[in-house]
T-cell receptor, first 112, second 111 residues
Framework: EDQVTQSPEALRLQEGESSSLNCSYT??????LFWYRQDPGKGPEFLFT???AGEEKEKERLKATLTKKESFLHITAPKPEDSATYLC?????????????FGKGTKLSVKP | GAVVSQHPSRVICKSGTSVKIECRSL??????MFWYRQFPKQSLMLMAT?????????EQGVEKDKFLINHASLTLSTLTVTSAHPEDSSFYIC???????FGSGTRLTVV
């Protein structure tokens, strides 16, 4: 069964304190791994897609990496506005376009 | 970029009534729309996939007679929760472009 596990469940950082979020996955066939940011009461906002082990992508203070079993979202020198829940999802080969399997998310709080 | 507009953002309804949620693709044509449900501190779970001009495909355990999906045009998909009960209270989110674009979500509270 395809599965996504995110850790930690919650993370509190001081402004400027870098850290990483983990997304471990098991999937029969990986079409892509997605990272999203979700603010309270809002839908997910797309951040990155990674397709193969070794791939890395960056956007401002965020950098996503991928191995065959997990992905990391590195946050460098975070700011309070980075506070949100970060979701990871894998796209498998089910159905006609694949199915997105989501983790439960990591709730990040950045204190000034 | 692709934008999906979802309405309403919040709705409170009485038990036994029906509620319709709309998702519109604003600047592109969405032949396929995905409907998710998210309970507090839980993963987004796919409920169904709607395809323009054909019947929706429902995930196992999702009652198709309770969650009616209509995708009558390339820019509009609707989810109707029929005879709603308190256990249907949840956050409903639509998605197009297969993972790249999500609506802003609808918080449904059934009292």
């Amino acid at each position: 069964e395809d599965q996504v596990t995110q850790s930690p469940e919650a993370l509190r950082l001081q402004e400027g304190e870098s850290s990483s979020l983990n997304c471990s996955y098991t999937v029969s066939g990986l079409r892509g791994l997605f990272w999203y940011r979700q603010d309270p009461g809002k839908g997910p906002e797309f951040l990155f897609t990674l397709y193969s082990a070794g791939e890395e992508k960056e956007k401002e203070r965020l950098k996503a990496t991928l191995t065959k079993k997990e992905s990391f979202l590195h946050i460098t020198a975070p700011k309070p506005e980075d506070s949100a829940t970060y979701l990871c999802a894998v796209l498998n080969y089910g159905g006609s376009q694949g199915n997105l399997i989501f983790g439960k998310g990591t709730k990040l709080s950045v204190k000034p | 970029g692709a934008v999906v507009s979802q309405h309403p953002s919040r709705v409170i309804c009485k038990s036994g009534t029906s509620v319709k949620i709309e998702c519109r693709s604003l600047d592109f044509q969405a032949t396929t729309m995905f409907w998710y449900r998210q309970f507090p501190k839980q993963s987004l779970m796919l409920m169904a996939t709607s395809n323009e001009g054909s019947k929706a495909t429902y995930e196992q355990g999702v009652e198709k007679d309770k969650f009616l999906i209509n995708h009558a045009s390339l820019t509009l998909s609707t989810l109707t929760v029929t005879s709603a009960h308190p256990e249907d209270s949840s956050f409903y989110i639509c998605s197009a472009a297969n993972g790249y674009t999500f609506g802003s979500g609808t918080r449904l509270t059934v009292v």
